[in-house]
């Protein structure tokens, strides 16, 4: 509430949640973001009742002009199936599998950096230094090697996410738990008898949401470029399942004849990738103290 | 320019005589404006104050009113959204607002110079201050890189900076923080500017590194025939070391005048207010009561109409108080009052504490015994944080620990209440040992019984959680209501106990200001009905009109709920007047220890000598005793002096056996120990010279 710093911008004495949504709303960077993303929300989540020809039909027809027309918008793959309505059907498969694999990685992540933030001394070390050694291996050959062994399946990419992701999660979180922990507020709890779980899920976790939040959603970027990337090695979903890297792959050979068909799966991913990016800076930029 | 200004000066040092001469720093009308996306904020709606050559005038004011703006506004550094919406600031002949980026660089550091509060982030941490300081002569004086670095030099032993030769090539991480102060002073006198502006330059500093800097600001001040503007919120440091001061509130001067004559007849109710609340050597809380000013600095936004104090004064009334366009009125020579009433509204009589009963009790309410801590440090030494702490607190007494930061008097605090573990030692508290019990081993009915207040009102609550959320906790844990009603009930009755509205309850911790904050964590300590209650600097980090009503709440809850407590405190004069008993401190050991009389009486161990002659007062007619300058900074916890802890630093030093001995317990009273190998008589024959007025002539011994 003081104002006699050397920059003082606004007050802070009154900013309830409410302000923070209309700070974000307000920041375009935001905006932008949040309608990138939004709008494969909603068309995924309307594929189903959209008028959209089925994914996985090819439309023998077409393939011998798969340009563009008023019949596909977007055009035909290879193999005469409409590239509008895989791209839809495939963001769904994304939209399903980056937000769940950053979930169950978060919730690992948490929990290692709380557990070594909180007690320090071995346990820290012990944790810090396994993520370290999983850190320290190239993220796509861990992918590579994972998917290749397990097989792959949404269940299989979660998991290889996790192992991916969870270490840098917790890294993230323990810094933040190593400053919280010293705080006063802290004190006070464990001189109120509460016990150590209830400090870490109440008194330290809220604090520690704006920056997780954010992080959240760049990671969900990078999983759906990883994703992407999977499938362009062939380690993503099974086929016919639309998925937007197996169709870069798809469509390479044809690549100097049709470009279209990689370049439209392409633009998706990066509309997609975009977007969440935009909206984590614009978060950042809400929840900057 | 500057000799000339100098001889100017000479003849012109102080007083009436200032009045004919051109001011060097004329500030009118100034209006300053923070402009943000959606709305715009008047840090300072008009300010007018003038600075003669050679003068020293204070600027006091408490946390967000403008004081440090102005400052900032003078050197021209308000940032991309601060703008000087009107008015002027001229110095030395010069407008200042609107003048070119150019010409502002040639003003300052050449002719105004700035000391900052935090010496720390003024200095460049990867260069070293040699460079540092050399680069201000280099730019300003135009001289080559060799002459700098002997400017330098010269300038750091003006500055009392022992061992200059190797001081130049240290990086500001290797000084103290007292140290580092100098060197930013050193850097700002290096150009002899006329202007030399200090934004609350020893706020962060320890009481006898405080006293030190000051008289160093004022010998240096003299030598080279500087002007001061000195910031604070420290009536005494004002009181002390300002010809003039402006009493600052909520963006305006309410009060302007000869710093003895305003000291001495207060016109405005909130430099009345200012004064009364201070706690002062002279009285305990038996002779006086802090007078505490309700409510808290509007913010820019919610400035009333009228009289920015309006609302806080006892003596407002509507219609005559709220009239705009309010007129600074001449109360004497040279001294302005802005206050419409001052000549009907008298200063109200200091009422006489009649309440307070001092504990009578007999039975002990927690014993330490030898209590040690020792933390691990490189190569296998230890840092010892407290060695062989031993002293007993009384039910419903308020027992004082009192010294420096590094004292240890932190860490007694954690071992007591079970934050850390002493290393060995004991602490007994009904009949048990739990000096190595932490709070996760403590029974319930221990942890209840033990509860404490922290020191940083900004961390003390939970951000993401209600403001009554910990108190409930502590109400639900300890079992003490149950069922909701009953706990909301009890939360409601503890924040009236507190003298806060119930409707803050549900509020966040950033929507409430840092009194009310550190009252949500007094109502939480008392919440669990606790016969001891830790207080760890509670008010220090409060502005003094806000610390006087806590202070004066704790005490009034302590009272009626006969708690026990442990008051940590650095500040001499609030230990005077909040405690019973004293325990002083130095580097995790006890040197005195005594009731609050028996300390203060002047018969004391020569570092709570020290202590005591650091306390500033603001009565002018007051004879003040001389600083005791105490050499050097405090050692290392690590590296204890053999001997007495004291005895690098001591004044009253008799020689060799300081080094080589550990110094005996002499006992003065049963009640009245003391640490020191001087004799118990010759204490208290020294005791008559620290309270007469005898001048510290010279350079005082400093390394």
């Not at chain 1, 700070?23 to 939004?38: D, E, M, N, P, Q």
């Not at chain 2, 706990?487 to 409601?492: E, G, K, T, W, Y």
């Not at chain 2, 008559?688 to 002539?697: Q, T, Y």
Request: proline fraction near 6%; include cysteine.
């Amino acid at each position: 509430m003081a104002l006699e710093s050397t920059v003082p911008l606004m007050t802070t004495a009154k900013r309830p949640a409410r302000a923070k949504w209309r700070r974000i709303l307000r920041s375009k960077t935001a905006l932008i973001g949040l309608f990138l993303v939004s709008f494969w929300v909603v068309v995924a989540a309307l594929a189903p009742i959209l008028p959209l020809q089925s994914p996985t039909e090819p439309d023998v027809m077409a393939m011998a002009n798969p340009f563009p027309s008023a019949a596909h918008w977007l055009g035909v793959d290879i193999l005469g199936r409409d590239i509008l309505a895989r791209l839809i059907f495939g963001a769904r498969t994304v939209l399903l599998v980056a937000p769940l694999s950053v979930a169950v990685a978060m919730a690992v992540g948490i929990a290692m950096g709380m557990v070594a933030g909180y007690y320090g001394g071995w346990v820290d070390t012990l944790i810090s230094r396994f993520s370290d050694i999983i850190l320290a291996f190239p993220v796509l050959v861990l992918y590579v090697v994972l998917i290749a062994n397990i097989g792959p399946s949404i269940i299989n990419i979660v998991i290889a996410t996790t192992i991916a992701s969870a270490p840098g999660i917790g890294r993230i979180t323990r810094g933040l738990v190593l400053g919280l922990k010293q705080q006063e507020y802290v004190a006070a709890a464990k001189l109120r008898a509460e016990n150590t779980l209830y400090i870490m899920l109440v008194e330290l976790l809220p604090n520690c949401r704006g920056m997780l939040i954010v992080d959240a959603c760049l990671r969900i970027g990078y999983t759906i470029i990883t994703i992407g990337i999977l499938g362009f090695l062939g380690l993503g979903l099974p086929p016919p399942n639309p998925d937007w890297g197996g169709m870069v792959k798809e469509s390479t050979t044809v690549l100097n004849v049709w470009p279209f068909m990689s370049v439209e799966p392409s633009i998706a991913i990066v509309s997609l990738v975009l977007g969440f990016n935009l909206l984590a800076d614009g978060l950042r930029e809400a929840w900057k103290p | 320019m500057n000799m000339v200004a100098g001889q100017v000066q000479k003849s012109a040092t102080h007083g009436a005589s200032c009045a004919t001469q051109e001011p060097l720093l004329e500030i009118r009308d100034l209006r300053i404006e923070f402009r943000g996306k959606d709305e715009t904020v008047v840090a300072v709606p008009n300010l007018s104050l003038s600075v003669m050559r050679g003068e020293s005038y204070g600027l006091v004011g408490e946390s967000g009113c403008g004081k440090s703006t102005t400052a900032m506004a003078i050197l021209g550094y308000l940032g991309r959204t601060g703008t000087v919406a009107s008015g002027s600031i001229r110095f030395d002949g010069q407008e200042l607002v609107g003048a070119s980026p150019r010409e502002l660089r040639q003003v300052r550091g050449r002719h105004i110079a700035m000391v900052y509060q935090d010496p720390m982030s003024a200095l460049n941490p990867v260069r070293p201050i040699g460079a540092q300081l050399a680069e201000v002569p280099r730019l300003h004086l135009d001289v080559g890189k060799a002459e700098a670095l002997e400017m330098a030099r010269a300038m750091l032993h003006d500055v009392r900076l022992p061992d200059a030769g190797d001081m130049l090539k240290r990086y500001p991480h290797q000084l103290s923080g007292g140290q580092q102060q100098r060197v930013v002073i050193a850097m700002a006198l290096l150009a002899r500017p006329s202007l030399l502006l200090l934004d609350e330059p020893t706020t962060g500093l320890d009481v006898t590194v405080e006293a030190a800097v000051l008289d160093l600001i004022t010998e240096l001040r003299h030598r080279y025939q500087t002007s001061l503007l000195f910031i604070s919120h420290n009536l005494g440091l004002i009181a002390e070391s300002c010809d003039r001061l402006g009493i600052m509130y909520s963006g305006e001067l309410v009060e302007e005048g000869a710093t003895a004559e305003v000291f001495r007849r207060p016109r405005h109710p909130y430099t009345q207010g200012l004064i009364a609340c201070i706690p002062d050597v002279g009285s305990d809380k038996h002779s006086r009561s802090l007078a505490a000013i309700p409510g808290h600095i509007p913010l820019p936004q919610e400035r009333p109409q009228g009289c920015l104090f309006g609302p806080r004064c006892d003596d407002f009334i509507a219609g005559l108080c709220d009239q705009p366009d309010l007129q600074r009125d001449e109360a004497g020579p040279g001294h302005l009052v802005k206050c419409v009433r001052w000549r009907e509204i008298s200063r109200h009589a200091e009422k006489p504490n009649t309440q307070v009963h001092q504990s009578d009790r007999t039975q002990e309410a927690i014993q330490l015994h030898e209590v040690t801590k020792l933390y691990g440090a490189k190569g296998g030494r230890s840092l010892k944080a407290n060695e062989a702490v031993t002293f007993n607190a009384k039910e419903a007494e308020i027992v004082a620990l009192v010294g420096e930061s590094g004292c240890g008097k932190s860490t007694l605090a954690r071992i007591v209440t079970g934050l850390d573990r002493a290393t060995s030692g004991e602490i007994r508290m009904a009949d048990k040992n739990i000096a190595e019990l932490q709070a996760d081993e403590r029974p319930k009915q221990l942890l209840q019984s033990v509860q404490m207040i922290f020191q940083n009102p900004d961390s003390t609550l939970n951000p993401s959680h209600s403001a009554a959320f910990s108190i409930r906790r502590s109400l639900i844990k300890f079992g003490l209501r149950k069922g909701k009603a009953a706990v909301d009930q009890r939360v409601r009755e503890l924040l009236e106990m507190v003298r806060l509205s119930p409707h803050l309850a549900e509020r966040k911790p950033d929507q409430l200001s840092g009194g009310q904050k550190q009252r949500i964590a007094i109502a939480r300590a008392f919440a669990a009905d606790p016969s001891l209650i830790v207080a760890d600097e509670p008010v220090s980090a409060l502005d003094v009109s806000v610390q006087a009503a806590v202070v004066t709440l704790l005490l009034d809850i302590q009272q009626v709920k006969k708690t026990t407590m442990l008051f940590i405190s650095h500040d001499l004069a609030l230990v005077r007047h909040v405690a019973d008993r004293v325990v002083v401190m130095y580097l995790g050991k006890v040197m005195e220890q005594g009731t609050v009389e028996e300390v203060f009486s002047g018969s004391s161990h020569p570092y709570t000598q020290a202590l005591l002659s650091s306390i500033r007062g603001t009565d002018p007619d007051r004879p003040k005793p001389p600083h005791i300058q105490l050499s050097g900074e405090m050692p290392s916890p690590v590296d204890v002096p053999t001997g007495c802890r004291f005895a690098t630093r001591c004044h009253r030093k008799l020689g060799g056996i300081c080094d080589q001995e550990a110094p005996p317990l002499r006992r003065l009273s049963a009640t009245h120990e003391i640490l020191c190998h001087i004799e118990s008589a010759d204490l208290q024959v020294d005791a008559v010279l620290v309270a007469a007025p005898e001048k510290n002539s010279g350079e005082p011994a400093n390394d």
